[in-house]
């Protein structure tokens, strides 16, 4: 059974870091493109970063040099570092995999940033 499990999330003020994980289990993880998403009170889900599973990441322009996004394979985890946080990065942040043509969710970890 495949499981992405998310943690990490907390309150944070404006300008401090964060680090929130996914543990991946029940599938070859090597073989894996991940991402996170976030969704924020009252808007849609969103694409913030991704990593393939040669490690070339890429992300979108809202968190573009304050957001790093990292996996280690042999602990089947997946990163994202958030430096220079600020209170429109308040949301949930969701893990996401695609392995083997099919996609998969975790349940989120919430990030709530104060100014």
């Known amino acids: 059974q495949v499981q992405l499990v998310e943690s990490g999330g907390g309150l944070v003020q404006a300008g401090g870091s964060l680090r929130v994980s996914c543990a991946v289990s029940?599938?070859?993880?090597?073989?894996?493109?991940m991402a996170w998403h976030r969704q924020a009170p009252g808007k849609a889900r969103e694409w913030a970063a991704s990593i393939s599973n040669g490690g070339t990441t890429s992300y979108a322009d809202s968190v573009k040099g304050r957001f790093t996004i990292s996996r280690d394979s042999a602990k089947n985890m997946l990163y994202l570092q958030m430096n220079s946080l600020k209170p429109e990065d308040t949301a949930v942040y969701y893990c996401?995999?695609?392995?083997?043509?099919?996609?998969?969710w975790g349940q989120g970890t919430q990030v709530t940033v104060s100014s």
């Open positions: 029940g599938v070859m993880f090597s073989i894996t493109h």
């Open positions: 996401w995999m695609q392995a083997g043509g099919r996609f998969y």
